[in-house]
């Protein structure tokens, strides 16, 4: 017996949808295995992310130790010069020869001191303030000197008591401060 119109159309219908079943089921497999693909992926750019992330801390951690140890030398380095100048300065001045004296406070070598926008990038507040007026101290100092042959000898004894006043306290505490600093370690704090 022959299929009817209707029968043909059931058959091409169930063929029809067995097909577009088959490639939906199939569709569907692909598309889960993409999406599983996809969140294989996104997990490894995350991780690869996270990774990066930990490299450039550790990166940006060694390069501030390393501008940290740049500053602890340059801060050594004028702790050292410092010392060395307040030292020389302590030292003239409780000697008792004027014309020594006068002649080595115009020394631009002894007298002048690292800048004070130099000395904040290395020492704290009260360092720099201990520092500065230590140096502040020898500017009237050195003011005051006359030539070393205008002075009588006694003139000359007075002018130096006057001299070890005004610059002992401040270059003894600098020095004491720079010691302290070279005890605790020159690490800035």
């Known amino acids: 017996m022959p299929l009817s119109a209707s029968d043909w159309i059931s058959i091409v219908n169930i063929f029809a949808t067995s097909i577009l079943s088959i490639s939906v089921v199939v569709l569907t497999a692909r598309s889960t295995k993409a999406s599983v693909r996809t969140t294989e992926l996104t997990e490894k750019s995350v991780e690869l992310s996270e ?7 550790e990166m940006n951690k060694a390069n501030e130790l390393e501008q940290k ?8 380095h004028y702790v050292d010069e410092l010392k ?8 003239l001045i409780s000697t008792e020869n004027y014309a020594l004296v006068w002649d080595k406070l115009r020394d631009p070598a002894l007298i002048q001191t690292i800048p004070v926008p130099e000395l904040a990038r290395y020492f704290t507040r009260d360092e720099i303030e201990s520092i500065v007026r230590a140096w502040e101290n020898l500017e ?5 000197f006359g030539s070393v042959f205008a002075f009588p000898k006694e003139d000359q004894a007075r002018r130096m008591e006057h001299i070890r006043q005004q610059l002992g306290f401040p270059f003894s505490a600098v020095l004491l401060l720079l010691e302290d600093i070279v005890r605790q370690g020159i690490e800035i704090p």
Do not use: M, T, W
Request: charged share 35%; aromatic share 8%; hydrophobic share 35%.
């Open 69 to 76: 140890k740049y500053k602890n030398i340059i801060r050594f």
């Open 84 to 91: 060395r100048k307040a030292g020389s300065i302590s030292d």
């Open 140 to 144: 009237p100092v050195i003011k005051s």
């Open 51 to 57: 990774r990066a992330i930990r490299l450039n801390e």
